[in-house]
């Protein structure tokens, strides 16, 4: 079956037989990009398209990444760098004895925190893989973590001080804790180029790679293509968050680690700037997006983790997101890297394709069969990767 049509049967799939109200999905290369949209921005309300607005959740990770390491590229930041150059606040962290101890049983950090450590959530803040534990519940109640909407967070230095104020689970580049470190990566880009992180991410990206619909705010234009958010509610779906709710509002915290909004085609233009070694798209002007290093850098492979591993069942971290390196389902892809969303989205690259998929929907991810309405696609586009690397004589 032709890409294309392929491609619209998984998204129709995914709204008739799978509960999501809405999709827009996209795989593309350096000279094909197909793009399929079924379903509703709004149950019972007008259809979902192309242009469609999303809120990305963890997606804005690699975004992320790739605008730290465009400041290293500057000269403004360097990986190997200790963090209280920029973030005073991070000077004597405490570390937990045992990443489940309460939260007093502690002992000093043995090295300073790196930015390659925020980058490589090795810093040590943030969730292990046991959500019960002290600092879990500390995360989710006292910096908001887990939740990507903006409305009730408080301004960077508040958050800062209050993060500053708890253990890390381990040591710093002793292990693994997800999320927190792109909320403090996001703080350390605004102050090291001295700007807001939004202003980063368009000097650095955004504006070269002309990617108009991605923000931590809602313009009013896009309030009417932008999809309704929904959370599953017993048998049902229950809306939580509308066009012009939380993402048009007084935002004081901008997440890096969750909280932009963006479309297929911006998501497009990010992963086919990786592909090209860091250049933007002729249509947007051209140019050095980020080095060729830079991009390696982000591409590259970690060590493998535990295949039960919560968050990466068996693959590696990089910078942003994780990178394949063992084939253990139908959707994994050697050096495959990228990452998702909880609030149903998707973004991944696969370098020896050229290849980047898009899959973005508005129904939050809420366990594991959440995660599979995803499987149909991603497998997909595994199998077109593959074949594609194999080459035409294969």
């Known amino acids: 079956m032709e890409l294309r049509a392929a491609l619209q049967q998984v998204a129709d799939e995914a709204v008739e037989q799978h509960g999501v109200p809405g999709v827009v999905a996209a795989v593309a290369d350096q000279e094909v990009i197909a793009v399929a949209a079924a379903g509703e921005r709004a149950i019972g309300g ?39 150059e920029w973030l005073p606040e991070l000077a004597e962290p405490r570390v937990l004895r045992h990443p489940a101890a309460e939260l007093d049983d502690t002992v000093p950090a043995e090295r300073p925190l790196l930015v ?31 939740r990507d909407d903006p409305a009730g967070w408080p301004g960077p230095d508040a958050w800062l001080a209050e993060a500053a104020s708890l253990p890390l689970a381990h040591q710093p580049a002793d292990g693994w804790t997800y999320n927190t470190g792109y909320d403090i990566v996001g703080v350390l880009l605004a102050r090291a180029a001295g700007r807001s992180l939004g ?3 368009a000097d650095t ?53 969750g909280g932009l909004v963006s479309t297929a085609d911006d998501l497009l233009a990010f992963g086919r700037m990786l592909l090209a070694g860091g250049d933007a798209p002729v249509a947007t002007g051209g140019g ?76 939050e991810l809420a366990g594991a069969d959440d995660a599979e309405r995803m499987v149909p696609m991603l497998t997909l586009a595994a199998e077109r990767a593959k074949q594609v690397a194999r080459g035409p004589a294969h």
């Open 288 to 363: 050095r997006v980020l080095s060729p290093s830079a991009v390696a850098r982000i591409l590259a492979p970690g060590e493998p983790s535990p295949p039960d591993h919560v968050f990466l069942e068996g693959q590696s971290w990089s910078l942003g997101g994780s990178v394949d390196v063992v084939e253990r389902h139908p959707w994994d892809v050697l050096g495959r890297y990228g990452w998702i969303g909880g609030s149903g989205t998707a973004l991944y690259a696969y370098p020896a394709a050229g290849q980047v998929a898009v899959w973005l929907t508005q129904r």
């Open 46 to 84: 007008a259809r979902m398209t192309r242009d469609t607005v999303f809120r990305i959740a963890s997606v804005t990770k690699p975004i992320i990444a790739a605008a730290a390491l465009a400041l290293v590229d500057r000269g403004v930041l360097r990986l190997d760098a200790p963090v209280v």
């Open 116 to 146: 390659e450590h925020l980058l490589a959530l090795t810093g040590g803040l943030g969730f292990t893989d046991d959500m019960g534990t002290p600092l879990a519940a500390a995360l989710t109640d006292r910096l908001r973590q887990g």
């Open 205 to 257: 990206l955004l504006n070269p790679l002309g990617m108009v619909d991605t923000g931590f705010r809602l313009r009013p234009e896009q309030v009417p293509r932008t999809a309704t958010a929904y959370a599953a509610q017993g048998s049902g779906l229950e809306p939580i968050d509308g066009p012009d709710g939380a993402w048009t509002g007084d935002i004081a915290f901008e997440s890096g680690s």
């Open 199 to 201: 202003a980063v991410l």
